[in-house]
Nanobody
């Protein structure tokens, strides 16, 4: 009932920047938290950053000071600005949203993932 579509991944050299976007659509009454997670090969999915509808943010220690999460509530879109990228940031990045549907059902949705590759 809620679909998430990510964009903005790609290949970048170490020290470079990328901006990820994730747009939510569907039968949405409201979205509470939105966030980004990532999964590197052979590793578990981990939290990167989250943001509430009120703008409160939370970051993994490994990305603090380099990544910035933001959102446009009117567009149901969340962004992840990634600066000073490192090879260890290489992973598939997934968007996540905690939404309330028009049917008053709370759902947690995931995007399909977008690959971010940082070369050294």
């Amino acid at each position: 009932q809620v679909q998430l579509v990510e964009s903005g991944g790609g290949l970048v050299q170490a020290g470079g920047s990328l901006r990820l976007s994730c747009a939510a659509s569907g039968s949405i009454l409201g979205i509470n938290a939105m966030g980004w997670y990532r999964q590197a090969p052979g590793k578990q999915r981990e939290l990167v950053a989250t943001i509430t509808s009120g703008g409160n943010t939370n970051y993994a220690d490994s990305v603090k000071g380099r990544f910035t999460i933001s959102r446009d509530n009117a567009k149901n879109t969340v962004y992840l600005q990634m600066n000073s990228l490192k090879p260890e940031d290489t992973a598939v990045y997934y968007c996540n949203a905690d939404a309330l549907t028009k049917g008053l059902r709370r759902t947690t949705s995931w995007g399909q993932g977008t690959q971010v590759t940082v070369s050294s």
